[in-house]
């Protein structure tokens, strides 16, 4: 039988000899394998073996480090995404809260709060008879009648847009009620807490002559607004006009004067001559206002059959009507300064309001009342010749 020959490189350079200890087949030479041929093929083999495993294992780190990145970045999204959240939560607060203030500040109409606060600031400092009696005691009083006062106005102004939501459509939009960004349930209960609180303050100071004043104030205006039978009186212009002076010329700053007289300083009740200009003067101012706030509105009271002055003359005439009694006002000032005993005040009477009438006249040239914007501007411009002249009557003596 024919046996098969081992491949040549498996050889030697040199047959050997069988060795006789060892057994070999009979009629075969035997052939042995080099030692390093076993060496070269055992290394090559751990070096698979370690090439394979150092392979797997930096795949393994490289699959790992991939993981971790995606898992740190998956979080840091995470965390990115609820701080976002957050900030977002908060900035919708804030937002909330800024738009609730504004509807808030259009609904109180703010310059009417401060016309109170400078007419009660203006009939209490004509109780004071000395340095002396400005004190922390009388300051106390002073903005505690002026909380009750304005509490009253957030009430007039609140009240007045109630009945007027549908001439605001056409006249003032932007309003609150008119424009739907508040809601008449908002409404009623925001001008019910304010007439509410109004009326606590007045309790809770326990002053007759300021009761009196915020019920005759709060009935007056009312009447002005509400629809209800032989009321709304500012359908017509001289209810309108009634309606304004006696409750803003007359009741408010008598009330607020003999509050400080006889309530804070324990003094008897009178009349000064300083109290006496300053109710006839703010009662033309407030005629005047009350025909000057209706010129623009002409379009929807017509439309609501509300016969203002405005609509039965025209813009030109009410305007030019409005500016001749400010007019007067500052020539009838003039003429009670120059009455004045005591020179300082006549000096500063006579001086300041004759200043005043001549701005009066150059800002009423200059302005086109056929222009609902410029027209608004001088009605804020009146409102600031009425604050002014809350400042100059303490000193008519």
């Known amino acids: 039988m024919m046996q098969r020959r081992p491949h040549p490189r498996y050889y030697s350079n040199s047959r050997t000899t069988p060795d006789s200890s ?24 751990a070096s698979k073996i370690k090439n394979a495993s150092g392979y797997q294992n930096s795949s393994y780190e490289c699959n790992s480090n991939e ?22 939560g908060s900035t919708n607060t804030s937002k909330t809260l800024m738009d609730s203030l504004k509807l808030f500040y259009v609904f109180t109409r703010p310059y009417a709060c401060f016309g109170v606060i400078f007419i009660i600031a203006s009939s209490s400092l004509i109780a004071i008879e000395s340095v002396s009696d400005i004190s922390l005691h009388f300051l106390v009083a002073l903005l505690k009648v002026v909380a009750a006062f304005s509490c009253l106005i957030i009430y007039i102004n609140g009240i007045n847009e109630l009945y007027d939501i549908e001439i605001d459509k056409i006249n003032k939009p932007y309003l609150p009620l008119a424009s739907g ?11 019910s807490y304010f007439a509410l609180l109004a009326f606590a303050i007045g309790i809770s100071i326990g002053s007759t002559s300021l009761l009196w004043g915020i019920f005759l104030f709060f009935i007056i205006l009312s009447a002005y607004s509400v629809k209800l039978p032989f009321l709304r009186w500012k359908s017509s212009a001289i209810g309108a006009a009634s309606s304004m002076f006696t409750s803003f010329a007359v009741v408010l700053p008598v009330s607020s004067y003999l509050h400080m007289q006889t309530c804070v300083f324990g003094r008897q009740a009178n009349f000064p001559r300083p109290l006496a ?12 206002i009350a025909l000057f706030k209706d010129i623009p509105d002409i379009e929807g009271d017509r439309k609501f059959g509300i016969h203002s002055l405005a609509t039965r003359l025209g813009q030109k005439k009410v305007f030019w009507i409005c500016v001749y009694l400010l007019e007067l006002v500052y020539t009838f000032a003039i003429v009670v300064g120059a009455a004045s005993s005591h020179p300082w005040s006549k000096h500063i009477t006579v001086v300041s309001h004759a200043i005043l009438s001549l701005i009066l006249w150059k800002q009423a040239k200059s302005t086109n009342y056929m222009n609902k914007s410029e027209i608004s501007s001088f009605y804020q411009f009146i409102w600031k010749l009425l604050y002014a002249e809350c400042l100059l009557i303490p000193l008519v003596r």
């Open 277 to 288: 200009f300053g109710t006839s003067a703010m009662s033309l101012f407030f005629i005047v």
């Open 67 to 88: 993981h971790f990145k995606r898992w740190s970045y998956k979080n840091s999204k995470c965390a990115n995404t609820e701080a976002q959240v957050e900030d977002c």
């Open 22 to 45: 060892s057994p070999s087949a009979p009629g075969c030479s035997t052939v042995q394998l080099p030692h390093s041929i076993g060496k070269q093929f055992k290394d090559k083999t």
């Open 181 to 191: 960004e508040m809601t008449i349930e908002t409404g009623v209960l925001t001008v």
